[in-house]
Structure formats: structure tokens, C-alpha cells
């Protein structure tokens, strides 16, 4: 890919029905949730269930800023990960067991994937619009540098409420949408899930966002968490970009042959701030 076709795969949106970003509970990886929103970034308008999606290997590389040399490897074991493994996933008050991508197709010499999204996920990634318009869409630059799973997840989530401001998750929902049951001390899931990851979404996401514990009871319990959103200024927003782009590409130590693209135009390279950031009813 040339600079252009990078930056346009980095300012593609990703756009998810709020029903699957506020109600599902998943376990994915980092990296398997980037590939999942990288095809997702690919879904047009257009787009009719059981479309066939084909990904380059090194596109993806050179697009989310993983290292060329071991690209083949790692690009086909996020795929072994998500094809191989079904999952439970809880959306509203469904559980079922199922695998991201149907038939995936790998060819090794051209080093390329084709997918198909499995059906249960159409009503929530395809013809948003037609359904109601109740979808948030974020541009995909925001999660690719993000390395913990919770800082994806939360992204996502803080995105599709931005329009409130002001949002608060009961505790115990909290954990059971990101799958963090374990940590029933609110101490060591405050250390070892949120300091984290509000700390990436603040450095390399278009939001700020705070949030302070609620208590409850003569014992002082924490039952739930109350976090501020906001959508940052057009400034903060390209610096949020570019310290991602730093990232991505490893500017301070990058490999011979490694894409730059440092040089582009800082208010072209955002685009234009009118276009909708979240398009969420209610």
C-alpha cells in the first residue's frame, strides 16, 4: 500500500449496531478484535449477507503497524484464533455459541484471507441505516493502537454513549460485559482492567474519559462506576491521531523498509470533523 491507501484504511469508519456494542459479552484478544474491526472497516452500504470479505496479509501489517517480517505468522494465527474457536457470545438475552468468520479461506501465495461474517452478526454490522439508524461509527485509527483487550471494548462502549456525556455501568454488568468475573475485588479490577485501559483511550482516541467509583452501605462497597465522557477538540483529536501513527509505525526505532507517513497534511489527514461521529437514537 502506498501512504494514501494507509491513511485512507486508517480513517475508514467501523460502524456496529448499538445492541452488539452495549449488551455483548465476548472474550477476544486485542489483535483478534482489530481484525474483526479491519473487516468490518470493509462492509459497504451495499453489502448483502454472505459477502465475501478478502484481506491482504500485508495490508493489514502495514495498516495496524504490526512487523513485516513475521507478518505471514502472526496475520495467520490471529485468523487460526478466531476461526478455530467458537465462542459464547451474549447479545441482550441471547447466549449462543458460535465462530466469527464462516469458511475461512487462506491463500498462501497471495497471501491473502477471505472471510464471510458469520450470519448471526448481519443485523448488527449490515444495512444499519435501513434498520433504524440505532449504530455508532468510529474511525478505525482509534483501536489500532490500543494493546489491551479492555481498552478496545471500553472504547467501543464509551463511544456508543458519548452523545450522554455522562454514563453509569453497575459494577457487576461492568465486569460481565468484558468478561472480568474474576476480579471481584473492585480494587484489582480498577489496577488491572480500567486505570489501563482510560489511560490508552486518553492518549490515542478521539475521547477523554474520566470516572469515579460510587459507594453504597455503612461497609463503603463499591456497586458501581460512573465515567464522563467527552469528544475531544479538533486539536486534541489530531494529536490523538498522530501519537497513534507514531505507534503504529514505531518512529523512534522503526525497521529498515517499515512505512512512514509522516509527512502528510495534519487537517487533511483527519478529514473533515463534520462528518457524524456517533449516529446513536434515544
Not at 89 to 105: A, H, L, M, Y
Not at 135 to 153: A, C, D, M
Request: proline share 2%; aromatic share 12%.
Amino acid at each position: 500500500m502506498d501512504k494514501q491507501e494507509i491513511k485512507t484504511a486508517r480513517t475508514t469508519y467501523v460502524a456496529k449496531d448499538n445492541e452488539l456494542i452495549q449488551t455483548a459479552s465476548y472474550r477476544l484478544t486485542a489483535e483478534e478484535q482489530k481484525l474483526l474491526c479491519y473487516v468490518i472497516s470493509k462492509i459497504k452500504p451495499s453489502d448483502k449477507p454472505f459477502q465475501e470479505y478478502t484481506i491482504s496479509a500485508l495490508d493489514f501489517a502495514e495498516v495496524c503497524g504490526i512487523d513485516k517480517r513475521n507478518v505471514y505468522r502472526d496475520f495467520k494465527a490471529i485468523v487460526d484464533s478466531l476461526a478455530e474457536k467458537s465462542r459464547w457470545i451474549k447479545i441482550g438475552d441471547d447466549v449462543t455459541r458460535f465462530s466469527v468468520f464462516n469458511e475461512p479461506t487462506y491463500n498462501e501465495k497471495q497471501g491473502s484471507l477471505t472471510v464471510i461474517l458469520n450470519s448471526r452478526l448481519h443485523k448488527h454490522l449490515l444495512n444499519l441505516v435501513e434498520m433504524g439508524g440505532n449504530y455508532t461509527q468510529y474511525e478505525l485509527w482509534n483501536v489500532l493502537s490500543l494493546k489491551s483487550k479492555f481498552s478496545i471494548r471500553l472504547y467501543e462502549l464509551f463511544r456508543s454513549y458519548a452523545y450522554q456525556s455522562k454514563k453509569e455501568f453497575d459494577l457487576d454488568k461492568l465486569r460481565g460485559l468484558l468478561c472480568v468475573e474474576n476480579y471481584a475485588i473492585y480494587a484489582e479490577f480498577k489496577r488491572r482492567v480500567l486505570d489501563k485501559a482510560i489511560e490508552e483511550i486518553n492518549q490515542y482516541t478521539d475521547l477523554k474519559v474520566s470516572f469515579k467509583p460510587i459507594h453504597q452501605g455503612k461497609e463503603h462497597k463499591v456497586v458501581s462506576v460512573v465515567f464522563y465522557i467527552t469528544r475531544k477538540e479538533q486539536n486534541e483529536k489530531i494529536s490523538a491521531y498522530w501519537k497513534t501513527v507514531n505507534r503504529l509505525n514505531k518512529k523512534n526505532g522503526q525497521l529498515p523498509g517499515q512505512m512512514s507517513i509522516f509527512n502528510y497534511d495534519l487537517e487533511k489527514e483527519i478529514g473533515n470533523t463534520d462528518q457524524p461521529i456517533s449516529v446513536t437514537k434515544g
